[in-house]
């Protein structure tokens, strides 16, 4: 019970709290799909997915799309909400198999569910697209370093697999393999980290031939006019989860992200990268991948280190700062173990239930501008907004979906009891052009 409790709550909010509506780039993806289903032959089905140099990011939301369009003739994006959140699950199932064998019981595992599944994670509960990305960022690269502790064959053909699958979502999965390459280098087999760098920089030269070479000049130029700005954002990405919310508890973003780094100084001049090297891998990907974010992030005032997209990196650092200690206290006796699953599992469950009260209204304040804004739409059968300006695209994505029956609108969600039964008597709307419920 103490296992699912987090779990249930997490997935049960998403049903609950989210809309069936398409927000940012969700929107991008619905063309995709539609013109997937208007493909019969497998190459050209295949093809759709090879992603335009602006939209290498959207891939792993076009599969999780296309998943739920098989569980729904009519597509309905609450089920690819839930399908891309899912996600989790596969990084929880790793966290689980990287408990030392000596922790027995089921105390830990509780403690890795109640951190990782919480509301921090608001605005990918709410928005299937970029949850789709960043998820499988982490979870594909975490099961990448996952084999590293087994056999070798496993190891290669383990970090190629997952190690590419992570690169769908963005370039930082270009990281997993120049990190297992350096594992490879620690272990001294140079062929496999030669090898492994090599693909990686075959990688990197094919991503900017095919999507464009990054202003590396004006990144390490924003870095050394602002190092204080990108120390700050480099911390806050490690200790974002300690905030709970950006508004009260900011401030232990750094100092939690700095004391974290301290740690993994300790644990690499203690070698733990001997002792279990998935677990220090999978940590030094994350700092890596805090490195290039900051690095961003001091140029782009739209985003912060602090953001609900970019959680999941710290939260799974918290759960393997957990899971080295567990480590350590694998030849203590029974009662250590025990006293320190305990109190880890009751600061995990205080976590959670903070992010609860601090999150649950930035995800119903977001649900209730999607509704508010299809409202306007069926009533006065009015375009799609952007903000408080007219989108054109939106609309006529939106009405080629209406128009093809690949997609309604849950009206049922946007409006009132009695408002939706007065929609669907009126004569004057079009409920059977907008409405799911209508069919």
Not at 87 to 97: A, D, K, R, S
Not at 166 to 178: A, R
Request: charged content about 10%; aromatic content about 14%.
């Amino acid at each position: 019970m103490l296992v699912l409790a987090p779990i249930e709550l997490f997935f049960f909010i998403i049903y609950q709290k989210s809309v069936g509506i398409p927000f940012s780039s969700d929107w991008e993806i619905l063309p995709f799909v539609m013109s997937l289903e208007g493909t019969e032959q497998i190459h050209d089905k295949l093809a759709l997915f090879i992603p335009p140099s602006s939209e290498h990011h959207l891939t792993p939301a076009k599969l999780v799309f296309s998943v739920a369009k098989i569980f729904n003739p009519m597509l309905n994006i609450k089920t690819a909400l839930l399908l891309s959140n899912s996600l989790l699950l596969g990084l929880f199932i790793l966290f689980v198999m990287l408990i030392p064998r000596k922790h027995e019981g089921l105390i830990l595992p509780a403690t890795i569910a109640w951190i990782l599944f919480q509301m921090q994670h608001w605005a990918l509960m709410s928005h299937s697209a970029e949850a789709a990305q960043y998820f499988s960022i982490i979870v594909f690269a975490g099961w990448a370093f996952y084999f590293v502790n087994h056999h070798l064959s496993l190891a290669i053909t383990g970090s190629f697999f997952f190690g590419g699958l992570s690169m769908l979502g963005s370039n930082t999965g270009i990281l997993v393999m120049i990190v297992l390459g350096i594992h490879f280098l620690q272990h001294h087999k140079r062929i496999l980290a030669v090898t492994l760098c090599s693909g990686a920089a075959f990688l990197i030269i094919l991503s900017i031939l095919y999507f464009g070479a990054p202003d590396i000049v004006s990144s390490v130029g924003d870095i050394l006019r602002h190092p204080v700005s990108y120390l700050y954002h480099f911390f806050s990405f490690i200790g974002a989860t300690l905030s709970i919310d950006n508004a009260y508890f900011g401030w232990f973003a750094p100092w939690g992200g700095l004391t974290a780094i301290i740690y993994f100084i300790i644990l690499t001049r203690n070698k733990f990268y001997l002792t279990n090297p998935a677990i220090y891998y999978f940590m030094l990907f994350i700092i890596l991948v805090a490195c290039s974010e900051a690095s961003l992030l001091v140029s782009d005032n739209s985003t912060h280190a602090l953001d609900s997209k970019y959680r999941i990196f710290s939260t799974s650092f918290l759960i393997l700062i957990v899971l080295t200690i567990a480590v350590k206290l694998s030849s203590e006796d029974i009662s250590a173990k025990t006293r320190f699953s305990c109190y880890t599992l009751f600061v995990a469950v205080l976590l959670n239930l903070a992010s609860y009260y601090s999150n649950i209204t930035n995800i119903e304040l977001r649900s209730k501008q999607l509704t508010s804004a299809m409202q306007t739409v069926i009533m006065e059968d009015a375009p799609v907004k952007t903000g408080r300006q007219e989108d054109p695209q939106k609309s006529q994505i939106l009405q080629l979906a209406l128009n093809k029956y690949f997609y309604k609108l849950p009206c049922r969600d946007i409006f009132s009891k009695s408002d939706f039964k007065s929609l669907m008597l009126s004569p004057t709307t079009k409920p059977g052009h907008y409405c799911r419920e209508a069919h």
